[in-house]
């Protein structure tokens, strides 16, 4: 006995644990994608990862500053990021034919929201890159995205971009969805809109990069395959909302695209981004970079 753990001694001496920053945001659908991981479900080997929980526009500041080894981002902050982070090979978010949507206190045609006080949930996601897609003509109101309906209901905005778990619940507080922007992409392009998705720092060395990249995607994968005990862990994260709804919103937002963005999920990246530059919203050309490809 002495003599086993003895070497068990000498094998973590010579193997070091590698830690690794791991950042994403403080949802249900995420919380679900990093259950297993989080959880220690899947043996990790000389990797172990510190959770860090952050709104997805302070993770999206963050990246910039290489805070995060790994952090979920916009894809629109990605943007400005791919010469540091590269894309993880799973881990979206896509919504295919819905995503955010914009609401307000009082129905109002689509074009009525031009010239409008619009509350948006960051300048670097996604959903405010949509929107400037959408409409270019409207004042941007930055809030935090768990304050945008307050922010409606108050009248402090004319409309608000509402993404997460708001997109289920709006018509509760008595608002009025104007525009679904998952919608109007599909129609656009014939694409799912991709709106968020992991990255790794490319500093990292090309191995630890690819275990890691392998880990994300057995964590995700492990979850569907646990699909209840993944949902009651995620219902920790679903900030007061009712069970059925909760799992709805993890249905919509973890699909086929989150274990793997497939052809189609890599073009629908590319294709937003291109949208985004040709429309003068992203500052320069960027091709899409995944791990593995």
């Excluded at 950042?23 to 259950?35: K, L, R, T, V």
């Excluded at 989150?258 to 999920?265: A, F, H, S, V």
């Amino acid at each position: 006995m002495m003599l086993q753990n003895s070497a068990e001694q000498d094998l973590r001496i010579a193997s070091p644990m590698i830690d690794l920053r791991l950042a994403h945001s403080p949802d249900s659908d995420d919380a679900f994608m990093f259950y297993a991981l989080a959880t220690k479900k899947i043996a990790t080997g000389d990797l172990a990862f510190t959770h860090v929980l952050e709104d997805i526009e302070t993770l999206n500041r963050k990246a910039h500053e290489e805070v995060y080894d790994i952090t979920a981002v916009s894809f629109h902050a990605y943007a400005e990021l791919a010469d540091r982070y590269i894309l993880m090979s799973s881990g979206a978010s896509f919504g295919d034919g819905y995503g955010p949507i914009i609401v307000t206190r009082s129905p109002l045609q689509e074009e009525s929201l031009k010239g409008k006080r619009i509350a948006i949930p960051g300048k670097k996601t996604t959903a405010y890159l949509a929107l400037c897609l959408y409409e270019s003509d409207f004042e941007p109101v930055e809030t935090r995205f768990d304050e945008i309906l307050d922010k409606v209901i108050k009248g402090e905005a004319d409309a608000g971009v509402v993404i997460h778990e708001g997109q289920l619940t709006y018509g509760s507080y008595g608002l009025a969805k104007t525009v679904d922007l998952g919608v109007w992409w599909k129609n656009e392009t014939g694409l799912p809109l991709p709106l968020g998705g992991n990255v790794i720092r490319r500093k990292l060395d090309s191995e630890i990069i690819s275990r890691a990249d392998k880990l994300l995607r057995e964590s995700i994968a492990y979850g569907l395959d646990h699909r209840e005990e993944a949902l009651e862990y995620a219902l920790h994260f679903a900030r007061g909302l009712e069970p059925a709804t909760a799992e709805h919103f993890v249905s919509m937002y973890v699909n086929q695209w989150t274990l793997d963005y497939g052809d189609e999920g890599r073009r629908a990246v590319q294709t937003l981004l291109d949208r985004g530059f040709e429309a003068g919203i992203i500052p320069q050309a960027v091709k899409a970079e995944f791990v593995g490809r």
